[in-house]
């Protein structure tokens, strides 16, 4: 990753993220009700989506762009095809 905007960006979602497990792992102490403890699972879900959304946008955007240019159009098409894989999980 190039880009320091989205370093601090990502850094910053990602220790939200680890307060959110955190939470996660108290509320399991505390036995709270199930319901409430994957409305916040989800949340983590979505939160950890999001992020990996951001690392494929800058991927695409410059990366990828950029192996291309340099004529590395196969192993730009081989990630293509890697994280569209990992996406479908």
Not at 7 to 15: A, E, F, H, P
Not at 54 to 77: F, M, P, T, Y
């Amino acid at each position: 990753m190039s880009h320091e905007i989205n370093k601090s960006k990502l850094i910053r979602r990602l220790k939200l993220i680890e307060g959110q497990v955190r939470g996660l792992q108290r509320m399991i102490e505390k036995d709270t009700y199930c319901i409430d403890v994957i409305t916040q699972t989800s949340s983590v879900k979505q939160a950890l989506s999001n992020v990996e959304d951001i690392l494929l946008k800058d991927h695409l955007s410059h990366c990828l762009v950029n192996q291309i240019k340099e004529g590395k159009v196969e192993k730009a098409r081989d990630e293509i095809l890697k994280v569209y894989q990992l996406k479908r999980k």
